[in-house]
């Protein structure tokens, strides 16, 4: 764009056009004032074609604005633009105010060369005074326009005076309406005499063959009631590609761009614009394509800034990155190489090839970074997602969803998959971790370690979990602490059973010992039972008993119920059919005992197989005969045996005196009358007779 200024006052010269007619000083004052100016800038022989405002006012710095404000620009009812050659141009003004020396006027001129081109004011105001009207009567006339004649409208080709004027053509009917009419600033009307523009055709316009339009920079227009609604022009660049350029007068192409096209839309307030070459801008209003390529579908205040860039719809979208999209929305910002914003608002897509599906003032900043959608959401690492509401995927690979909450979620390390869901979570079908093929509802990948962290677990920390070794499954805690298994929650737990830190396990207690059981006192109720549905083992019931076995079957001597042995032999064996063996697995009868046996009570039988008896007698006076005699001694033992018992008679004895110097035998003598005999003797074979004390005995037989 060129920085241009008006120099004041280089060359003025204003002129009547009713005075070119005759009208002398001192008659009705014209309106129509014969402009010329300098622009600095545009000098050296180059001709361009600019646009044009002028104003007339009241001082030369302040006032009011005085009648109307004329504008050449070409667009809708306003006057062409104007060639400017070699800096000057020139003009006819019709304020439709006349000029009198007692309120003198000011000429402010404001213009804008190249479409495009930021609007310029003069520096200076000039002044239009009845003293330069003279001298234009004097044929004074401005730089670069010939003398033009007024004809009234009406008049069949000729002044008010009746001489034919030569710039009209009567219709071939004689009609006295001109056919074709060029007015005071060169315009020719086919069918009218006011053109509106340099060719002003009133009715149907028939053409057979191509329109050519000859020199540089010389558009062609398609007007429609009045106002500009196609226009083709040839690019400054010498493109082979013109520029199209559709919709409201507004819509411009930025000088020296070629290839453009604006299909339509627009408004003056807020134009259509393609600013870099082969940019496209559809429709809708206020709409640039600022890079080469770049293309707005519609909408409004969208900006396809990146080369190739696109944005189809939506409102105050900008797709900034090379070959990037806005697919539509408000305010969302595709600025990222080849990035994307599909919609919603107030998103931004930054990262090269990032995504935002849609939602609310969502980022995605890492390279192929994705939003699907949500709200406040941001994908800042490379390849990371972020979904739901505030979620914070801030490292390379992280994957994080969020709920609802209105709090940061953030990621914490590469790689991440994390997810708040304060609702908890559902799957409808088998997870795997590690694993595409899960079969139940959860499975972990045929590998041996760490599986489940509670608590810890980075590194080789200790750590609260489950783990798996071969033919291993673990259940940890750290060194110090215990396993403690109850029922409730773990903020209100009732603790039933713990394996301490030691390795003692509790049942109903922490444990002193190895393994310890507490339960309290129930009757009938066994404090412990092991069983395999069967055969059942309870320890220390209600009622103080210690332990009873139930084996569950019949009588079988091929079974056993209780063992207890080492590796080399069995020492306890309690048989199905009820036989107990000592040092034996197979005992022959209801105890058998393999090896020594030591009784310090009696030993009694309630059956008639085994019989255990013991008494004693009074004292008195005994003799002993010698060894062999069978007199005297005898006494009786009122308890029937099914069979002559053997009688063992204790050496204890209790008072009385009884001195054998070689001992005793004992020998039984049958039983008589259901009192079986015994008989003691003197060993050393004399006679002894003695005071005896009381004799304890005792008896075994059947």
């Known amino acids: 764009m060129h920085r241009q200024r008006k120099r004041a006052s280089v060359f003025i010269s204003v002129a009547s056009v009713a005075a070119s007619c005759g009208i002398a000083v001192g008659e009705e004052q014209p309106t129509a004032i014969a402009y010329s100016g300098e622009l600095i800038g545009v000098e050296g022989g180059a001709v361009r074609t600019c646009e044009f405002e002028f104003a007339l006012w009241d001082d030369a710095k302040f006032g009011e604005r005085i009648g109307r404000t004329l504008i050449f620009d070409g667009w809708e009812a306003n006057r062409p633009r104007l060639s400017v050659k070699d800096g000057w141009f020139d003009v006819v003004l019709d304020f439709g ?15 804008s060369c190249g479409r495009g081109a930021p609007w310029s004011t003069a520096a200076n105001r000039d002044e239009v005074t009845t003293d330069l009207l003279v001298k234009a009567e004097r044929n004074i006339r401005p730089v670069g326009l010939t003398p033009i004649s007024l004809v009234p409208i009406g008049d069949d080709g000729e002044t008010a005076a009746g001489v034919p004027d030569g710039h009209s053509l009567d219709a071939v009917d004689g009609d006295p309406i001109d056919a074709v009419f060029v007015d005071a600033d060169g315009n020719v009307g086919v069918g009218t005499s006011t ?70 839309g627009g408004s003056a307030t807020a134009p259509n614009q393609v600013s870099e070459d082969w940019g496209t801008v559809s429709g809708g209003k206020g709409n640039e394509a600022f890079g080469a390529l770049g293309t707005v579908s519609g909408g409004s205040g969208n900006t396809a800034a990146g080369e190739g860039s696109t944005v189809s719809g939506g409102q105050n979208g900008m797709a900034g990155g090379l070959f990037s999209a806005v697919g539509g929305g408000t305010g969302n910002t595709a600025g990222g190489g080849n990035s994307v914003v599909m919609g919603g608002t107030g998103n931004t897509a930054n990262g090269p090839q990032s995504t935002i599906g849609g939602g609310q003032t969502n980022t995605a900043a890492g390279a192929n970074a994705t939003v699907p959608g949500g709200m406040a959401n941001a994908a800042t690492g490379d ?14 690979g992280s994957f ?20 708040r869901a304060t609702g908890g ?23 041996l370690g760490n599986k489940i962290s509670l608590w810890g677990g980075v590194g080789t920390q200790e750590h609260y979990g489950f783990g798996i070794q071969s033919s291993t499954l673990q259940m940890y805690a750290p060194l110090s602490a215990k396993l403690a298994f109850g029922h409730g929650r773990s903020g209100a737990f009732t603790e039933r059973m713990q394996i301490a830190a030691n390795g003692y396990v509790g ?49 079988n001597s091929a079974q056993y119920g209780l063992q207890v042995r080492n590796n080399v032999r069995t020492h306890l064996y309690v048989r199905n059919d009820g036989n107990v063996g000592i040092g034996t697995s197979g005992p022959g009868s209801a105890l058998d005992v ?24 009074a004292p008195g006076n005994f003799t002993l005969p010698p060894q062999g005699q069978v007199t005297g001694g005898r006494r009786g033992y009122g308890t029937t045996f099914s069979s002559t018992p053997v009688v063992i008679i204790s050496y204890a004895f209790t008072g009385g005196n009884f001195d054998v110097n070689n001992g005793m035998t004992v020998t039984t003598r049958g039983n008589t ?24 005995w005792i008896a075994i037989g059947q």
């Open 507 to 555: 049942i109903g207690t922490a444990p002193s010992y190895p393994f310890q059981v507490l339960r309290a006192a129930s009757t009938g109720d066994w404090g412990a039972r092991f069983s395999n549905g069967t055969s059942n083992v309870f320890l220390a019931n209600g009622g103080g008993f210690g332990m009873h076995i139930n084996t569950g079957n019949a009588s």
């Open 425 to 447: 979570a559902s799957f409808s079908h088998n997870v795997g971790i590690g694993t595409t093929t899960p079969g139940i509802p959860l499975t972990f990948d045929n590998v």
């Open 400 to 419: 994080v969803w969020a709920d609802s909450t209105a709090a940061d979620f953030p990621s914490t390390t590469n790689n991440q998959f994390r997810v």
């Open 97 to 111: 105010i006349a000029v009198d020396d007692d309120a003198p006027l000011f000429v402010e001129t404001r213009y």
């Open 673 to 696: 009358s259901s009192v079986f005999g015994w008989e003691m003797r003197n060993t050393a074979n004399a006679s002894v007779n003695t005071n005896v004390g009381t004799i304890h």
């Open 594 to 617: 393999r090896g020594d046996a030591r009784v310090s009570g009696l030993i009694r039988s309630a059956g008639q197989d085994f019989k255990i008896r013991r008494g004693s007698f």
């Open 383 to 396: 390849f990371s997602m972020a979904a739901g509401k505030r979620a914070k995927a801030n490292h390379v």
């Open 195 to 264: 053109p509106a523009s340099t060719l002003d055709v009133r009715g149907d316009l028939s053409v057979d063959g191509p329109i050519r339009i000859n020199g540089d920079n010389n558009p062609l227009e398609f007007h429609v009631n009045g106002t500009r609604a196609l226009r083709f022009e040839y690019s400054d660049a010498l493109s082979e590609a013109p520029n199209v350029i559709g919709g409201h007068p507004s819509n411009n192409v930025v000088p020296l761009k070629a290839g453009a096209v604006i299909a339509g």
